[in-house]
């Protein structure tokens, strides 16, 4: 099991900075993917960012340029820094793992999400 708890979320002005940590716990191995989510009220969760175990890394469209995520692997933690804020990315930001172990099919894991809101 693994357990993910989000921090770092709050309002800011828009043209603002944040940062979100993820804290993960419990069976974390070095081969897990690990990504970013975001909610919106009534809409789809969407990936924001994704980091593999070969430190590649992936980006939605929206927030390119704007936003870096990385994983420190001794400290089990993952990190959104998130620059030029704007209001439509406010949402709930969810902590995302993925695991793969063998041949058995992918299990993910959630934390509970931090909200972040841009006012403009």
């Known amino acids: 099991q693994v357990q993910l708890v989000e921090s770092g979320g709050g309002l800011v002005q828009a043209g603002s900075s944040m940062s979100l940590t993820c804290l993960a716990a419990?069976?974390?191995?070095?081969?897990?993917?690990m990504a970013w989510y975001r909610q919106t009220p009534g809409k789809q969760r969407e990936l924001v960012a994704n980091?593999?175990?070969?430190?590649?890394?992936n980006y939605a469209d929206s927030v390119k340029g704007r936003f870096t995520i990385s994983r420190d692997l001794r400290k089990n933690q993952l990190h959104l820094q998130m620059n030029d804020l704007k209001p439509e990315d406010t949402a709930v930001y969810y902590c995302?793992?993925?695991?793969?172990?063998?041949?058995?099919?992918?299990?993910?894991?959630w934390g509970r999400g931090t909200q972040v809101t841009v006012s403009s």
């Open positions: 419990g069976r974390v191995l070095t081969i897990d993917t």
């Open positions: 995302n793992l993925e695991q793969r172990i063998g041949g058995a099919p992918p299990k993910d894991y």
């Open positions: 980091i593999h175990p070969d430190g590649r890394t």
